[in-house]
């Protein structure tokens, strides 16, 4: 009988544990390993970013990185939070990329991006594109910016890729990057 109930009480312990997550997931700083000079530039975003600033945000992505390689590819990964219970965001993203003088010499414009995360649960984010090579020899550093952020409920949203399809599409994002010339 005691060993039913030990049973009994350790399944619960890791249904527990499967099915209510109490912190976000961090995937971390994935592409850093993948991109090294002189082939590749990177650039990491210490901090998170939340939309809108300030204290009440719609979402918050932490871990944003970029990685882009002299022939044109890029890669931002990052892990997005939706702050909001059965809420999803659509949004679009400018990234700049600026000289050593400060001078904007590019923007490139992301699609419209759905994304939908169950709240506190951060998942990955990924956004790849070309540029012209000739940016990537003048560029310096780059930055990004929100274009247009609606939040909406989630099944509003066209796409079907949540949890473990978010986290495939990272996975073979990184795997292409990394094999791209």
């Known amino acids: 009988m005691k060993k039913v109930v030990a049973l009994g009480l350790c399944v619960f312990a890791m249904l527990e544990v499967a099915f209510s997550q109490s912190e976000k997931i961090n995937n971390g700083y994935n592409l850093e390993s993948y ?9 990491k975003f210490n901090n998170n970013i939340g939309f809108p600033q300030g204290k009440m945000t719609d979402w918050e992505m ?13 890669l931002l990964t990052g ?3 939706i702050k909001k219970e059965e809420m999803g965001v659509r949004l679009t993203l400018d990234i700049e990329f600026f000289n050593a003088g400060d001078d904007l ?4 414009q992301t699609a419209l991006l759905e ?8 998942e990955p984010i990924v956004v790849k594109g070309e540029i012209p090579q000739d940016v990537i020899e003048q560029m310096a550093y780059l930055n990004f910016l929100v274009v247009e952020s609606e ?8 796409t079907n890729c949540y949890g473990p399809c978010n986290n495939y599409q990272l996975n073979a994002s990184i795997k ?4 791209s010339k």
Do not use: Q, R, W
Not at 176 to 179: D, E, T
């Open 79 to 81: 892990d997005m939070d």
């Open 151 to 158: 939040t909406v409920p989630y099944y509003e949203l066209a």
């Open 105 to 108: 010499i590019h923007t490139a």
């Open 35 to 43: 991109c090294s000079l002189p082939d590749c530039k990177y650039f």
């Open 115 to 122: 994304y939908y995360s169950e709240p506190n649960y951060a």
């Open 176 to 179: 292409a990057f990394k094999k």
């Open 62 to 74: 932490m871990h944003a990185e970029i990685a882009v390689k002299n022939t044109g590819s890029y």
